[in-house]
């Protein structure tokens, strides 16, 4: 399992995704076919994604959040984002859990969704 990241203070720990996992690509790319309905972004680029921890046995806990508390999608996406995970070919098992700390901000986003998004 990876090193946790040091933790500031108040902040949740938060552990590095695991990069180095044959099914990392995958899963990045399944979660890049959940889209927030109100950003015509997908949620990996938007930066929703916070962690994506996948042990030795193809089991699957991924750290998200949303762009804010109030979203109206907020008891339907991490589902979405279950549903996309577990239908990748070689994932035993999937859990997703939403966080809000650290808060989501527009910094978080992917160099690819400002551009679409008109912010570069």
């Known amino acids: 399992m990876p090193e946790p990241q040091p933790q500031m203070e108040g902040a949740p720990l938060i552990a590095p995704s695991s990069t180095d996992h044959p099914l990392h690509e995958a ?3 399944a979660c890049r076919s959940v889209y927030d309905p109100e950003i015509p ?3 990996f680029d938007l930066g929703l994604i916070y962690t994506i921890e996948i042990s030795d046995e193809s089991k699957v806990n991924v750290i998200m959040t949303l762009t804010a508390p ?6 339907e996406m991490p589902g979405w984002v ?3 995970v577990s239908a990748v070919p070689g994932v035993q098992s999937v859990d997703v ?4 700390e650290p808060p989501w901000g527009m910094d978080m986003m992917s160099d690819e969704a400002r551009l679409e998004l008109g912010f570069m």
């Open 82 to 84: 279950a549903d996309a």
């Open 41 to 43: 972004v997908n949620i």
């Open 97 to 100: 859990d939403l966080t809000w």
């Open 70 to 75: 109030g979203c109206p999608v907020a008891g």
């Open 27 to 29: 899963i990045v790319e």
